[in-house]
């Protein structure tokens, strides 16, 4: 990835729900990411070269995770996670926090390409 994309968040005025913009810094392609219950207060970039993802966390607590990928089309994002959270009392602050460490792999076994392991 290294840099090549940048990813904010928006919130829409009068609703309150959050959106996430991603670009790409050299095509200056753009998508933009819909779905989120709640503003967006934490957004970030999964620690992988294979493929761009990227997880968000809404006001409620909900998780949000996208594989971004750049076709002949312009870019396209896929949603591979989504939690949803009951609705709790009480205010409470939400992070989202990839796994920065990957053990490397043992050359006898196939490579895992899979992003499963890389959120905490």
Known sequence: MSGTYIAYAITTPGKGCGVV???NRDTDDRILIKGMRGAVVDLSFAHTKEEVVVGAVDSLGNLFVHKVTEGSSGLTSERVVEVLREVVEGEMMHRLIWCPYLPELVMEE????????LLV
């Open 110 to 117: 196939e490579p895992d390409t899979s992003s499963a392991k």
């Open 21 to 23: 913009r991603v670009v």
